[in-house]
């Protein structure tokens, strides 16, 4: 049963803009609400999270070009993504259940099947 569900990516060239959606299913957990990204061949990372109060962390990566929001009601998470490099290109994924303690981040094992974004040069 698929819990997380996440929307959004495609094909998408260089400088454009793409909109990530996430929405949690059920009475899935929801907590602080993030975004993993993983490139080709690479470890999973941490993109941007957004607290139930509404602050939020980017990754040195996106900030600037990525902006992070979610919506208690829907129970989803979205990524504006703008300004996009090559560099984005990776499988995204969203994790509704981060725990946060002293400034860091830590995933659970919230994810749902990932969206792929491909960014062409």
């Known amino acids: 049963q698929i819990h997380v569900e996440e929307s959004g990516g495609g094909l998408m060239q260089a400088g454009g803009s793409l909109n990530l959606s996430c929405v949690v299913r059920?009475?899935?957990?929801?907590?602080?609400m993030g975004w993993y990204r993983q490139p080709p061949g690479k470890g999973r990372e941490l993109v941007a999270a957004?607290?139930?109060?509404?602050?939020?962390y980017y990754s040195d990566f996106v900030a600037g070009r990525f902006i992070i929001s979610r919506d208690n009601d829907r129970r989803a998470v979205y990524l504006r993504m703008s300004s996009l490099i090559p560099d984005d290109t990776a499988v995204y994924y969203c994790?509704?259940?981060?725990?946060?303690?002293?400034?860091?981040?830590?995933?659970?094992?919230?994810w749902g099947q990932g969206t792929r974004v491909t960014v062409s040069s």
């Open positions: 994790n509704p259940c981060l725990n946060y303690f002293r400034g860091a981040y830590y995933a659970t094992d919230s």
């Open positions: 059920d009475s899935y957990c929801i907590s602080v």
């Open positions: 957004v607290r139930a109060d509404g602050n939020t």
